[in-house]
């Protein structure tokens, strides 16, 4: 079971809204090289709940991967995507987290139902019918304004053993829960306390002194509150992270989230503003990690002054090997954009659509698996939509996307054809990477087999999502790839 793995509410009508499926194009996005990517939109709901989490993994096991969110998954109905989009109702909670908690065929996500955080559990391998199968534990809440935190993250924060769960609570106290390795279903999982001075709002987990563990990154509630800190990583189970403080915002930090933006090998992070949401003054900054993780005021970039940016997310969407940002505003133009890196931490605008609410959105999958990156959003002013943009890289052939254990068959080359270059490429996989080479740009296009013993050949992306550390060596020639 693939496990891949948030003002008042809106005045318009629920019911005048309807459930009417809304498909239009957004304009062409060029990358710096002079290629071109598109992205479709399509309104995936117009009668969802005010909620904070969003995830997308398969929890049906069809391939593609469907979106969790708040009490609903909606499944993805496959294809180009712009079919209906079935709503499965969850038991209980605010669904946050899909992750794989006992190994088995079913389908396990993480609800927060403030104070308590709940496992639920697909019945059926399909995922059509769920339920509560533990009390995980409880994150306190205060009186604030939310009900709940809206931080929440996985992570490997204790080497071995399956991925920690986090949650930021209202209380400004972060807690990661280990899940059992036996007899998860009677919950009541151990709980660590990683900080109480961090903001409810964005967290996120990156290794920022390199030493293998992630460390957390969120806001210094009880310095200013603009104050943006990294909490280092004991390694030892322990609570109470040691808290370094890395520079200030001006404004009340919103989201968060690192990753090497200019290619020194040093993980930087990147913070986006909230505010009113009434005129554009809210800033993105990124700030780059100094040769000391533990220095205090690194060197803070602009990224752009805009809306209330309440949606952030870090990927590589043009496939060009290094990491590129994503944003969303909340009010205002409600702009969608991706920030294209050059590699150097040298960004270009590219707006993908604007007049769509995103809050906790502007997240990063590939929900159809053709090897390209899709953007989905929630919203809190227009909790009622979820929108999905689908990303249409061009020029790219439209072909099934070839998986780790089974590769095309190395031997069935064409009569004549003779291997090619071998190319050695090593990478970390934090995130999923994908090595993409178009045939208008490159001495040559990656080329597959589909079935494994046929001899009829078509162009493809090649889409590696590795689970540990690996070595790929592909070996090219103009009608095979050789995954060794």
Same mark, same amino acid.
């Given at each position: 079971?693939?496990?891949? +793995? ?127 199968? +533990? ?60 900080? +109480? ?64 933006l200019n290619g020194d090998g040093r993980n930087d992070v990147v913070v986006t503003e909230e505010n009113i949401g009434s005129v554009p003054d809210a ?81 990063? +999958? ?97 889409c590696l999502s590795p689970v540990g550390h690996i070595h790929l060596d592909l070996h090219c020639s103009d009608h095979a790839v050789e995954v060794a």
């Open positions: 079971m693939d496990k891949r +793995a948030s003002s008042p509410p809106c005045a318009h009508s629920r019911a005048a809204l309807g459930s009417a499926v809304v498909l239009s194009c957004a304009a062409l996005v060029s990358t710096a090289s002079g290629q071109t990517f598109q992205f479709t939109y399509h309104q995936v709901s117009a009668n969802h709940r005010q909620v904070f989490g969003l995830a997308m993994a398969d929890v049906d096991g069809d391939g593609d991967l469907d979106i969790v969110s708040g009490a609903s998954i909606f499944k993805n109905p496959g294809g180009d995507m712009t079919g209906t989009w079935t709503r499965i109702a969850l038991p209980v909670g605010d669904a946050m987290i899909v992750t794989d908690v006992d190994g088995d065929a079913f389908a396990d996500v993480i609800a927060n139902r403030t104070p308590d955080i709940a496992r639920l559990e697909a019945v059926d391998a399909a995922g059509t019918q769920w339920a509560r199968r +533990a009390i995980v534990g409880q994150v306190p809440a205060n009186s604030g304004f939310h009900a709940t935190g809206q931080g929440y993250a996985t992570a490997q924060i204790r080497p071995g053993g399956r991925p920690e769960i986090a949650f930021s609570g209202n209380d400004s106290r972060v807690y990661y829960f280990e899940i059992p390795a036996t007899n998860p279903q009677a919950g009541n999982w151990p709980r660590v306390e990683i900080t +109480a001075q961090a903001s409810e709002d964005g967290i996120a987990f990156c290794d920022v002194d390199r030493d293998g563990l992630p460390d957390l990154l969120a806001a210094d509630m009880y310095g200013p509150i603009d104050n943006v800190a990294w909490f280092r990583n004991p390694g030892t189970g322990a609570g109470s992270w040691p808290i370094f403080r890395i520079g200030r915002t001006g404004g009340w930090v919103d989201r968060i989230a690192g990753a090497d800033n993105v900054y990124w700030y780059e990690q100094p040769a000391n993780p533990t220095s205090t005021n690194w060197t803070r970039h602009l990224l752009v002054r805009q809306y209330t940016t309440n949606s952030l997310d870090l990927a590589d969407m043009d496939q060009d090997g290094d990491v590129d940002v994503v944003t969303g505003e909340h009010r205002g133009a409600k702009e969608l954009a991706i920030w294209l890196n050059d590699g150097q931490g040298n960004f270009t605008k590219r707006l993908v659509d604007s007049g769509k609410e995103s809050h906790l959105g502007a997240r990063s +999958a590939d929900l159809d698996q053709d090897g390209d990156l899709d953007l989905v959003s929630i919203c809190y002013d227009s909790w009622q939509f979820v929108h999905l943009w689908r990303h249409d890289r061009t020029g790219v052939p439209s072909a099934q996307v070839p998986r780790l254990g089974t590769p095309p068959n190395p031997n069935a080359l064409r009569p004549g054809v003779t291997s090619g270059p071998v190319i050695g490429r090593t990478w970390d996989p934090v995130v999923d990477h994908t090595l993409f080479m178009p045939a208008a740009t490159a001495d040559f296009l990656l080329l597959a087999l589909a079935p494994t013993n046929s001899t009829t050949p078509f162009g493809t992306l090649l």
